[in-house]
């Protein structure tokens, strides 16, 4: 049986990588019995990324690999990833993903009629401008930069900038041109695919908000498998987004170097530097703690800390 | 339905149900149920493919090109705009076809949006075209074919879209598109004896270089350089125009997009407090008439999104391209299919629909050759340019047929010769990649 | 009261397309020279989009001006394309239901997941539940024009007003 999974990406992606592991293992796995066909650039949805998730939660579509920041208008609460510096490193993001936290927005999902099988990355979305090198909280202040969403607004305000809404198409002639300043997003995911570097002068990899990825299956369709199929496709999406994770991972790591060749000039911040970031957009924090709830930003906060501390 | 799969029993029923005169946007539509029906899946996507298809971002500069284009009409900017030119240029053999391909032209470097281009230079330069000599059709044709360069000539959409998906450098694509642009608008010039009756430069000098709608001041009995001057003061803030948007674009004040609504703020402010012409009742007039023009294009756009949804599902093109790909070893042979498909899929589907189908198909093959993806993708835009006005799916058609009240199928006619130039255009755009690449060597 | 039923979606489109052009213009030049902006101005030009193409559709379909192919019903006789034009009125009208019903039960899908817009974050639905009005509106336009054309049976007008 071939069933169809969406993602938001195109075809050249860590996300579409991932897609085809998944595929390649869920072949073997079920002896050629099963199968996805994979739909890139959110086709089956006419282009519409938010809608993918939305689908497959009434089992219209059957899986979707898709971000966190994409499901937030049908799940609120998956804006808790993206909170601004909710994370500081890849621990941190790992300690989640595969602990209660995890566990919880799993539950969420599922109330959407969405199974998460497994959780991949999508990555820390760092910040490009024209202008200076963005090295403090000062260096934001009146710049024009083009954003995602609501909660990235009230951060680059947080911050003293003038956050711009803007389709991603319109964004790069608007970088190019000067319409806006900068933008932000993950290095391997988009400012290297989507050739940013050639209309960007500076980057600051301050790491200030998280986008995870997941591969979700219908609950229709994962309740009409038994337990043995069930763990099959568990396992088979489980060691699909752990390779794409890893791929990630190491397209981000030679990003910089290759941003660089490109004409870049990186400034990377010292922990204390990302700390005063950190404090001057802590009024987002609260605001958008507050509307995902704060039960759920502690069971984050929790883990995390929990993990820093060194093994007993 | 016979023995077809359902995408090609799909483009089978479009035919059928266009012959019973059902409109183009409705055949779309039921020929896609039908298919999605018999695929077995998809139906319960249908209100959502047509809440995200009847309103896409990339087309926002649509209605209000179409509205500005109606308020430069409205208030007079567009005819002394196009009476200057005519001036300029109008003498040569060909007179306002001439004058028409220029100004089409020139507005490709403020538009990008070939529709959003017909709506606002195409009724003038119509209505020009056949006060000297030039039948209707072929007016009209001239124009949804200059009007389609608008996607070549940058700023185009449709270049920043191949450039995303193909991961190719936007600015140099934007770039290497200019010199095929000019060249294509000088095929236009070469088609304009084909029109059979356009009267010539004597004629023309005769009434002064005027015509009764395009000149109600006389400039007859003047030297050519006091009619020019004449002409470009009182065409002074139509000349403007391009200026202010290009200006705007250039200067990073606003997007592509957002020029469209500039420009219909500048026509409104032209309107109310130059020219003093604009009225509550000619404006609200505008806004209506500017309002269904727009819908009647989008409606088609709309239902197309679920055209272009089931030949995504149903592979249409890579079951079609992936044998005729398998043909040959012979490079050209390859380009020359690739084109051949890009111009079939042209014929049913929009620009940015047909490439995020087929880049997918044909990038492989661009790489493996070991093509220039820049050159490549000049030719895909010109190719996707002629797609705007060939029928049954020419949204270029659909606006012109829209404000001239003409029948589709008489100006798709008229647009025979402009096609023919047009494929001429392509193949040496296609065979030469130096054509694409002078420009950028220069800059170098 | 009469006159206002015919021209009502006539009104809604002036006044949304005007409100649209403000909007747009007001956000560049608020950008241009402060430092504030409005954060939802894309998303309600894209509303707006949606509303004044689903009711410029019931205006255009109201003139009989959603383009077709007169071509082949041209060679027939009068009484055939009478056939011709009755069924092909028939099937549009069928579509339109069609749209009709499948957008309505989108509207209900998002009144039911509560789907929140990206900008605004308004619920969804508030604005695709002009879909299905719109589209039933422009199968009424459709019939009102189809009847008007049943009396006088013709092609696509061309007067030569056109321009
Ligand atoms: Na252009
Ligand atoms: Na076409």
């Known amino acids: ?312 | 339905m016979l023995d077809l799969d359902p995408g090609t029993a799909m483009v089978v029923l479009f035919f059928v149900l266009l012959a019973i005169r059902v409109p183009v946007a409705f055949a779309l539509g039921l020929s896609s149920l039908y298919a999605m029906w018999q695929i077995g899946f998809g139906l319960d996507l249908v209100g959502d493919l047509l809440a995200s298809g009847i309103a896409k971002f990339s087309l926002l500069a649509i209605p209000f090109f179409i509205l500005a284009g109606a308020l430069m009409g409205t208030v007079g900017i567009a005819e002394r705009m196009i009476r200057f030119f005519r001036v300029l240029v109008g003498d040569l053999p060909g007179g306002m076809g001439v004058v028409g391909t220029v100004v089409c032209l020139f507005w490709g470097a403020v538009s990008g949006s070939g529709p959003a281009s017909v709506a606002a230079i195409g009724p003038l330069i119509i209505r020009g075209m056949e006060e000297d000599g030039y039948p209707r059709p072929f007016a009209a044709a001239l124009v949804c074919t200059g009007a389609a360069l608008s996607i070549v000539i940058p700023p185009s959409i449709g270049l920043v879209i191949y450039g995303v998906i193909a991961e190719t450098s936007i600015a140099e694509l934007f770039i290497a598109a200019i010199i095929p642009g000019l060249v294509m608008g000088v095929l236009m010039i070469a088609t304009l004896p084909f029109a059979g009756k356009a009267r010539h430069a004597a004629a023309m000098a005769a009434s002064g270089g005027g015509l009764a709608a395009l000149a109600p001041k006389p400039y007859a009995g003047l030297s050519y350089p006091a009619r020019l001057g004449r002409a470009f003061v009182d065409a002074f803030w139509g000349l403007l125009t391009p200026v202010v948007i290009l200006g705007g674009i250039y200067a990073g004040v606003f997007t592509p997009t957002e020029a469209a609504i500039v420009a219909t703020v500048y026509a409104l402010f032209v309107g109310l407090f130059i020219y003093r012409s604009l009225t509550v009742r000619t404006l609200y007039s505008a806004l209506v008439e500017a309002s269904a023009s727009s819908a009647v294009v989008m409606l088609v756009v709309t239902f197309a999104s679920l055209f272009g949804w089931v030949v995504t599902v149903d592979d249409l093109v890579g079951k079609y391209s992936g044998a005729l790909l398998s043909m040959s070893d012979n490079q050209w042979v390859i380009l020359a299919v690739i084109m051949v498909v890009v111009l079939i899929a042209g014929m049913f589907m929009d620009a940015i629909t047909i490439m995020f189908i087929a880049l997918p198909i044909f990038l492989p093959v661009v790489r493996e050759l070991g093509w220039d993806p820049v050159w490549f993708g000049v030719a895909l835009m010109v190719n996707l340019a002629i797609g705007l006005f060939t029928p049954p799916v020419g949204i270029n058609l659909f606006v012109a047929a829209n404000i001239t009240r003409m029948s589709l199928e008489k100006i798709a006619l008229g647009a025979i010769p402009f096609l023919i130039t047009s494929l001429v255009g392509l193949a040496i755009i296609a065979a030469f990649p130096e054509i694409s690449h002078l420009l950028l060597e220069f800059m170098r | 009261m009469r006159h206002l039923l015919d021209e009502a979606e006539k009104i809604v489109c002036a006044v949304i397309f005007l409100a649209m052009t403000a909007l747009g213009f007001v956000n560049v030049v608020v950008r241009y020279l402060t430092s504030y902006s409005f954060a939802a101005t894309q998303e309600l030009l894209l509303d707006g989009f949606l509303l004044i193409t689903i009711f410029g559709a019931a205006i255009a379909a109201r003139r009989g001006e959603h383009l077709a192919v007169t071509l082949v019903t041209d060679l027939l006789p009068a009484a055939g394309r009478r056939v011709a034009v009755a069924i092909s009125a028939a099937l549009s009208v069928l579509l339109l239901a069609l749209s009709a019903w499948y957008t309505l039960d989108l509207v209900q899908n998002q009144y039911r997941s509560g789907v929140t817009s990206s900008g605004m974050q308004i619920p969804e639905w508030y604005v695709s539940v002009g879909l299905p009005i719109g589209f039933t509106l422009i199968a009424v336009r459709l019939v009102q024009a189809g009847f008007a054309e049943w009396r006088q049976p013709g092609g696509v007008p061309d007067d030569g007003k056109g321009i």
């Not at chain 1, 796995?29 to 994979?38: H, L």
């Not at chain 1, 947080?158 to 956050?163: E, F, I, R, V």
């Not at chain 1, 088979?236 to 000039?265: H, S």
């Open chain 1, 1 to 312: 049986e071939t069933f169809r999974l969406s993602h938001n990406t195109n075809d050249t992606t860590t996300w579409q990588k991932g897609a085809e592991k998944f595929n390649e293992l869920l072949e073997k796995g079920s002896n050629g019995e099963m199968d996805v066909r994979i739909f890139p650039n959110a086709q089956l949805t006419g282009g519409d990324q938010m809608k993918q998730a939305e689908m497959v939660g009434r089992g219209a579509l059957d899986f979707v690999v898709t971000s966190a920041i994409n499901v937030t208008p049908l799940v609120p609460e998956m804006a808790v990833f993206s909170l601004p510096y909710l994370y500081t490193d890849y621990d941190d993001v790992d300690a989640t993903t595969s602990g209660k936290p995890g566990e919880r927005m799993t539950e969420i999902l599922a109330e959407k009629g969405i199974v998460v099988l497994a959780w991949g990355e999508n990555g820390f979305r760092e910040v490009t401008n024209n202008v200076h090198p963005i090295k403090a909280p000062a260096d934001l202040a009146g710049l024009k930069m083009r954003v995602a969403g609501p909660m990235y607004i009230d951060v680059m305000n947080a911050l003293g900038a003038n956050p711009q809404q803007m389709q991603w198409t319109e964004t790069f002639s608007a970088l190019q041109q000067g319409v806006v300043d900068g933008q932000e997003n993950p290095i391997g995911a988009v400012i290297i695919p989507q050739r940013v570097y050639e209309v960007q002068k500076f980057i600051t990899p301050w790491h200030y908000s998280y986008d995870p990825i997941f591969i979700g299956v219908s609950q229709k369709l994962w309740d009409s498998w038994d337990a043995e199929k069930q763990a099959m496709v568990r396992d088979a999406a489980q060691q699909a987004m752990t390779y794409q994770k890893e791929i990630t991972r190491e397209d981000t790591a030679k990003g910089l170097e290759f941003l660089k060749e490109k004409g870049m000039e990186v400034y990377e911040p010292s922990a204390e530097e990302i700390d005063a970031f950190r404090q001057a957009t802590k009024p987002a924090f609260e605001t958008w703690a507050e509307k995902v709830g704060p039960d759920l930003v502690t069971l984050f906060q929790d883990t995390i800390a929990a993990g820093d501390k060194p093994a007993n």
